[in-house]
C-alpha cells in the first residue's frame, strides 16, 4: 500500500463516512484526491491541535516519504510542515526535526519548500540555544523570501531574528526588528502580523524589565486581536498581562486577566493554554499564601503538560509544586516531597538541555536540603545555580531569588561571599524598581515577599 494510500485509511476511514470518490478515477488523480483529503484533515489538526495526538507518529516515521513524493507541492508541503513541527517542539524532539529538515533541503528543489526549511531550522535551533545557526537560518530566510517577493515569510524570517535576538539578551535589536515588521505589515495592511509584533514587543519589554511599556504593547495587540475575532491571541495577551501583573505583585489584577484567559481557553478547547493559565493562577495563589488552592490548580497544570508531553511547561510546573511544598512545609515528610520535584525538574532540564531548570531546580533543592540540614549538598547545587545563572543572558526566573537563595545557604559558612550575592540580589531589585515610573507599581513591587527580605537583609549589613 503506498503512503498517500496508508494515511487515507488512518484518517478517513471511518464508519458511515462517504467521501464521494468516483470510481473511474485514474490512478494519479486517485492519488491527488487522497492528498487533498489528508491535507484537509491535516489543517483541520492544526486549528485543534488536541486532534493531533494519534497522527503524529505515523506523519514523522513517513517524513522522507512525505518529501520525496513528487504528487507533494510547496503549498502541501508547506501544510504538512506546519503540522508535524509544533508536535516536535512540543514534544522536545527538536534534533531530530532539525536533521528531517536538513534532509528536506537535500530533496526539496523548490524556492518556497528551501524557504519554509530554513524557517524552520532558525526556530528549532533557537528553541535550544543554539543561536548562530538560528540567527543564520533567519538571515537566508529573508533572503529567500526577498526573492520570492513574499511579505508574509519575510516579516515571519524578521520576527525568528527579532526573537533570537531577545533569547540572546539583544532587547534594542529585538525591538528594532518588531518595529520593522510592524511598518512593512502596515505597508501591507496586514493587521494580523501588526498584532503579533505587538504581542512580541510587549514580552521583550517584559525581559527587558520594562513593564508600563510592555502592558501597553500587549494592550495595543489585544485590541488589534480582539477587532480580528482571534480569541486565541486575546487569551494569550490577557495571559501575558497577567504575568507582568504577577511579577509587579498586583495580584487582584493578575487573576483577573488570568480568569479571562482561561474563559477563552475552555471555550476553544485549548487544553495546553487551559492548563499554562492555571498553573498562572496556581502561582498567583502561592504568592497569597493560599498553599492549598495554589497545589490543586499547579497540579492539574502538571497534569496536562505531562499528557501533552511539554517537557519545557512539565518542568516548570515541577519546579513550582516543589517550591510552593517546601514554603508550606510543617515535617520532613513534605520537606522530601518538595525535594523530590525539584529533582524532576532539574532531570528534565538536563536531559532536555532546558537550561532555567537546571538553574532553578537545583537552586530550589540547595534551599530544600538546605532545610534537611544537608549542608554539603545544598552548596554544591547552589554553587552549581548561580554558576549557571552568569552564563545565561536571558532567565526564566528571577535572578534575585537565585542569588538570594544562595546567600541564605553560604550565610552560617562563608560570610563574605554570602554578602556578595546578597548585594547581587539587591542590585537586581534596584535595577528592576528604577524601571517602574508608575508610584503604585513601585508599592506593589516593593511590597512582594522576596524583596521585602532581600532588603530587610541588606539593611542588617548596612546599619
Same mark, same amino acid.
Not at 486577566?257 to 493554554?273: N, Y
Given at each position: 500500500?503506498?503512503?498517500?494510500?496508508?494515511?487515507?485509511?488512518?484518517?478517513?476511514?471511518?464508519?458511515?463516512?462517504?467521501?464521494?470518490?468516483?470510481?473511474?478515477?485514474?490512478?494519479?488523480?486517485?492519488?491527488?484526491?487522497?492528498?487533498?483529503?489528508?491535507?484537509?484533515?491535516?489543517?483541520?489538526?492544526?486549528?485543534?491541535?488536541?486532534?493531533?495526538?494519534?497522527?503524529?507518529?505515523?506523519?514523522?516515521?513517513?517524513?522522507?516519504?512525505?518529501?520525496?513524493?513528487?504528487?507533494?507541492?510547496?503549498?502541501?508541503?508547506?501544510?504538512?510542515?506546519?503540522?508535524?513541527?509544533?508536535?516536535?517542539?512540543?514534544?522536545?524532539?527538536?534534533?531530530?526535526?532539525?536533521?528531517?529538515?536538513?534532509?528536506?533541503?537535500?530533496?526539496?528543489?523548490?524556492?518556497?519548500?528551501?524557504?519554509?526549511?530554513?524557517?524552520?531550522?532558525?526556530?528549532?535551533?533557537?528553541?535550544?540555544?543554539?543561536?548562530?545557526?538560528?540567527?543564520?537560518?533567519?538571515?537566508?530566510?529573508?533572503?529567500?523570501?526577498?526573492?520570492?517577493?513574499?511579505?508574509?515569510?519575510?516579516?515571519?524570517?524578521?520576527?525568528?531574528?527579532?526573537?533570537?535576538?531577545?533569547?540572546?539578551?539583544?532587547?534594542?535589536?529585538?525591538?528594532?526588528?518588531?518595529?520593522?515588521?510592524?511598518?512593512?505589515?502596515?505597508?501591507?495592511?496586514?493587521?494580523?502580523?501588526?498584532?503579533?509584533?505587538?504581542?512580541?514587543?510587549?514580552?521583550?519589554?517584559?525581559?527587558?524589565?520594562?513593564?508600563?511599556?510592555?502592558?501597553?504593547?500587549?494592550?495595543?495587540?489585544?485590541?488589534?486581536?480582539?477587532?480580528?475575532?482571534?480569541?486565541?491571541?486575546? #487569551?494569550? +495577551?490577557?495571559? *501575558?498581562? =497577567?504575568?507582568? $501583573?504577577?511579577? &509587579?505583585?498586583? !495580584?487582584?489584577? %493578575? /487573576?483577573?486577566?488570568?480568569?479571562?484567559?482561561?474563559?477563552?481557553?475552555?471555550?476553544?478547547?485549548?487544553?495546553?493554554?487551559? #492548563?499554562? +493559565?492555571?498553573? *498562572?493562577? =496556581?502561582?498567583? $495563589?502561592?504568592? &497569597?499564601?493560599? !498553599?492549598?488552592? %495554589? /497545589?490543586?490548580?499547579?497540579?492539574?497544570?502538571?497534569?496536562?503538560?505531562?499528557?501533552?508531553?511539554?517537557?519545557?511547561?512539565?518542568?516548570?510546573?515541577?519546579?513550582?509544586?516543589?517550591?510552593? $511544598?517546601?514554603?508550606?512545609?510543617?515535617?520532613?515528610?513534605? /520537606?522530601?516531597?518538595?525535594?523530590?520535584?525539584?529533582?524532576?525538574?532539574?532531570?528534565?532540564?538536563?536531559?532536555?538541555?532546558?537550561?532555567?531548570?537546571?538553574?532553578?531546580?537545583?537552586?530550589?533543592?540547595?534551599?530544600?536540603?538546605?532545610?534537611?540540614?544537608?549542608?554539603?549538598?545544598?552548596?554544591?547545587?547552589?554553587?552549581?545555580?548561580?554558576?549557571?545563572?552568569?552564563?545565561?543572558?536571558?532567565?526564566?526566573?528571577?535572578?534575585?531569588?537565585?542569588?538570594?537563595?544562595?546567600?541564605?545557604?553560604?550565610?552560617?559558612?562563608?560570610?563574605?561571599?554570602?554578602?556578595?550575592?546578597?548585594?547581587?540580589?539587591?542590585?537586581?531589585?534596584?535595577?528592576?524598581?528604577?524601571?517602574?515610573?508608575?508610584?503604585?507599581?513601585?508599592?506593589?513591587?516593593?511590597?512582594?515577599?522576596?524583596?521585602?527580605?532581600?532588603?530587610?537583609?541588606?539593611?542588617?549589613?548596612?546599619?
Amino acid at each position: 500500500m503506498n503512503l498517500l494510500n496508508y494515511l487515507f485509511n488512518v484518517f478517513f476511514q471511518r464508519k458511515n463516512e462517504n467521501l464521494n470518490i468516483e470510481e473511474d478515477l485514474g490512478e494519479d488523480e486517485l492519488r491527488q484526491f487522497y492528498l487533498k483529503q489528508v491535507l484537509l484533515h491535516l489543517d483541520r489538526c492544526l486549528k485543534y491541535p488536541s486532534k493531533m495526538k494519534e497522527k503524529y507518529e505515523t506523519l514523522k516515521e513517513n517524513f522522507s516519504e512525505i518529501i520525496n513524493n513528487p504528487h507533494v507541492d510547496s503549498g502541501q508541503f508547506k501544510e504538512y510542515i506546519r503540522l508535524l513541527y509544533p508536535e516536535m517542539d512540543r514534544k522536545g524532539d527538536w534534533q531530530e526535526g532539525i536533521s528531517y529538515l536538513k534532509m528536506a533541503l537535500t530533496v526539496r528543489g523548490l524556492e518556497a519548500d528551501i524557504l519554509e526549511s530554513y524557517l524552520w531550522l532558525s526556530l528549532l535551533h533557537s528553541y535550544i540555544s543554539d543561536y548562530k545557526p538560528a540567527m543564520e537560518f533567519a538571515r537566508k530566510s529573508i533572503e529567500s523570501a526577498k526573492k520570492l517577493n513574499d511579505n508574509l515569510s519575510l516579516t515571519m524570517a524578521m520576527q525568528y531574528l527579532a526573537r533570537i535576538y531577545r533569547s540572546q539578551g539583544k532587547y534594542k535589536k529585538s525591538i528594532w526588528y518588531y518595529d520593522k515588521v510592524i511598518k512593512i505589515a502596515q505597508r501591507n495592511n496586514n493587521e494580523e502580523k501588526i498584532a503579533h509584533a505587538y504581542g512580541s514587543k510587549g514580552l521583550t519589554y517584559w525581559h527587558m524589565n520594562e513593564y508600563e511599556n510592555g502592558l501597553h504593547a500587549l494592550k495595543t495587540a489585544q485590541d488589534m486581536f480582539i477587532r480580528l475575532k482571534d480569541e486565541r491571541h486575546t #487569551g494569550h +495577551t490577557f495571559n *501575558n498581562m =497577567g504575568l507582568i $501583573y504577577t511579577e &509587579l505583585g498586583l !495580584y487582584p489584577e %493578575a /487573576l483577573r486577566h488570568f480568569e479571562k484567559a482561561v474563559v477563552i481557553a475552555k471555550e476553544r478547547e485549548d487544553v495546553k493554554e487551559f #492548563g499554562l +493559565t492555571e498553573g *498562572n493562577i =496556581g502561582m498567583v $495563589y502561592f504568592f &497569597l499564601k493560599q !498553599y492549598d488552592t %495554589a /497545589l490543586t490548580y499547579l497540579k492539574r497544570t502538571m497534569q496536562t503538560m505531562d499528557k501533552l508531553q511539554s517537557k519545557y511547561r512539565l518542568a516548570k510546573a515541577k519546579t513550582q509544586i516543589a517550591w510552593i $511544598y517546601r514554603n508550606s512545609a510543617q515535617d520532613i515528610n513534605t /520537606l522530601q516531597t518538595a525535594l523530590n520535584y525539584a529533582e524532576d525538574a532539574y532531570e528534565i532540564g538536563l536531559r532536555y538541555h532546558i537550561i532555567h531548570f537546571q538553574i532553578i531546580g537545583a537552586s530550589y533543592q540547595a534551599i530544600i536540603l538546605k532545610d534537611l540540614l544537608q549542608i554539603n549538598e545544598a552548596i554544591s547545587f547552589s554553587r552549581r545555580a548561580v554558576k549557571l545563572l552568569d552564563k545565561v543572558k536571558v532567565f526564566d526566573g528571577l535572578e534575585e531569588e537565585i542569588y538570594f537563595n544562595h546567600y541564605l545557604i553560604l550565610g552560617a559558612i562563608a560570610t563574605t561571599e554570602a554578602i556578595f550575592y546578597l548585594e547581587k540580589s539587591y542590585k537586581e531589585v534596584l535595577m528592576k524598581l528604577g524601571k517602574i515610573a508608575n508610584s503604585n507599581f513601585k508599592k506593589s513591587y516593593l511590597s512582594i515577599e522576596l524583596h521585602k527580605r532581600i532588603l530587610d537583609e541588606i539593611e542588617k549589613y548596612t546599619n
